[in-house]
């Protein structure tokens, strides 16, 4: 019983011991974080920022049709598209299209169920706004002509 | 240790006046939305009484007005920290379902993903339970590992949490090539940080004090309120869902299943960090095993599934997680069930925390690994 | 030198006062750079060049907030904690010494009233819980009671095996004894007490103890449900407990340096002087960093049952050993 309790001591001695040891031993290396939002890191090809229309390499307009597929898959009831047959063409083109980011839950099933391929991840992954308006409502026909400029 | 019998005589005798302490929503320890009335006798727990419903969100009654494919988003968010178990699970029942094939690369990608997922959720819950014991540095250590897992599984699917990757009849995107080699190199990376946790953490005599028989559990109160998962199997019991209804391609695979007979808080997190290192042979086996092929089945546009009553259980973190759906042949469900482990973990706090000391209690609610939104879906 | 000693008092003073409030105020800073470099993460580095001036914004937000009495509270004694438990830490300063001159006064009781002085924190921090009239920090400062009175006792025993071997109770004294390079530290004087480093282990663990840090802090990182015996105490009231928690453990890493290695001794024997007496307090103050982030928080029984079952049977042994080796040598 005696040499079990002085066994026990000098075992739970010698684990805290060695607990300390390993943490000496990362206290001599590097820092694993990022100093954010000093420095960014680089996200992944795949990574879901909110949606953005693919820019039609030939015409520099975006592919949407405004089938409205992505309207009825959104399960979170985000998306309201708007379009109209312009003269001379064979399908529909896009004149509206709203992203409720605030309902937004980055599923995916609108990227997927476009028959045409016109949706696709940006990769914005900072934003931030005092307000929240500029989320309630993003306007992605608007958003394209941004980046085009 | 002092017993349960001590408690009773106290009570016995009306002079002790008891008061009831409100463990309150807001936690200082990383267990989420859960209040716990404690009826306390001193330092002693007379009575807990968890209330929950704090982060019911109504996943149940969202499943009935979206169509099954729009639900797939709320599977991830139902217990986030292990959202692939989930997704598989309802994907897994409509599948059981509609009768719809999963080609077998898809399935080898879904036992990898669920694996690294149930490794980073058992991180977590190794942090927060340190964290919640006093110790606050293998808390960053492990989210340093998490954070790995994170990356690779973000470069896959895109989100690091709620990844809503798996679709009915296999994957929503193919593997590449940097997934294979990065979880072959996390599996190099993670075993000798479980030796650095086990001599850190484990072997210290002053967590094994905290831990080593406290808050015991023994088989028969499992079974009395259908706790599964690390707590079954901290009582003896190797109850694991892969094993006695094995689903996907987990037959395929070699790995035991741990358990120790004890039952206190020590056999539980025992289990749990057993549970990391067979998840690490599994995945050097699924690597290792990967068969070429689609990625996803035939799947019709509209998914329709035949009217009847369906369930699939899958072994989440927590415990065995079960899908029930009722379809009545639209594409709405009419009823989708979600039996979760942590609510019949939870259910075992009552009775097993009656007389513990109050340090002890906690000990114990960490040891179960309680996730609320699991709780309250 | 031969300033008049008025002078030389006042100036101890001033400066016995800036030490401990830079101390006190910069602990913090080493605490949580330490605490960051532990958990592979820079810690505060926005507040000035790698967050020097943290500890002066943190100074500035707990002066700018309001210091509540609560209503029903004793109002003497709660003002009355703070300053009970920041004045014996201070005054535990004049004693020990810094240098070969560098001492405030030179007593021949100074270890005995160090420990005399240290009693005094005890009842602050109970008078504290009990003044708030608040159920958690009354609970709580009875904790730290039975916690502090359990710890004493090993840490006296200790204390006498050292007053043995070094047989004098003055500080100087003490470390004048220490002469030489390091194997004339009381640590390695084995001829004297073959347990000696078990001797140092219990001192220090009784003092992370006294001073309530981590592994044994309940009194304050009561996470689990009651917020300690400093519960209601806002602004500048917690601030001066805080202090004094550092103040406290600056007293305790001095005792340790002077009674164990060799206060301003150098250990190559030549060139000593008040800067290895601060190397070696730092390194000492940078161990009780180390160990507060490494372990979890013991139980409450388990804290006391260490002490009782036992710290207190093992430096009963450190004494009888140390009597018998100078009663047979």
Redo the contacts between chains.
Sequence with gaps: MKKNALKEIVTGFASLLTGMRITLAQFFKPPVTVNYPRQSLKMPARYRGHITFVRDQETGKSLCIACKSCQKACPSDCIVVEGVKREGEKRKSVTDFKLDFTKCSLCGSCVEVCPVDALEFSKHYNLASTNKEKFVVIDLVKDLEKRGK | MLHKEQITNHSTDGHNETFVLNLGPQHPATHGVLRVKMTMDGEYITRAEPVCGYIHRMHEKMGENRTWAQFLPNTSRIDYLSAMHYTHAFVGAVERAARIEVPPRAEFVRVITSELNRISSHLVWFGAYLLDLGGFTPLLYAFDDRERILDLLEGLTGARLTYCYYRFGGLCNDVDEDFINGTRDFVHYMRPRLKMYRALVTDNIIFRKRLENIGIIDAEMCRKYGATGPVIRGAGTPYDVRRLEPYSVYDAFDFDIPHYPEGDCMARYLVRMEEIEQSLRILEQAVAKLPDGPHIGKVPRMIKPPAGDYTYAVEAARGRMMVRIVSDGKEIPYRVKLRTPSFANLSLFEEASRGMLLTDALALMGSLDLVIPDIDR | MSIPEPFRLASFVVGIMAFVGLNAAYLVWVERK?????????GP?EVGYAGLLQPIADAVKLMTKQVIVPPGADATLFRLAPVLIMTPAMMCFTVLPFGETLTATDINLGLLMIFALGSINVMAIMLGGWSSRN?YAIISSARVVSQNVAYEIPMLLTVVTMLMVTGSANLNQIVQQQAGAFWNWNLFNLAANPLMPVTF?IFFICMLAETNR??F?MAE?E???VAGAFTEYAGMGFGVFFMAEYANIVVGCSLATVLFFGGWQSPIGVLPGVWWFLLKLYLLIFTVV??R??????????LLNLSWK?LIP?SLATVVSTAAVMKVF
């Design positions: 330490g605490a960051g470099r532990f958990q592979r993460r820079p580095t159920k282990v981590a592994p802090d990182a996470s689990e449900l180390w160990i982030w490494t372990f979890p928080r013991t139980q409450f029984y388990g036992i093992v």
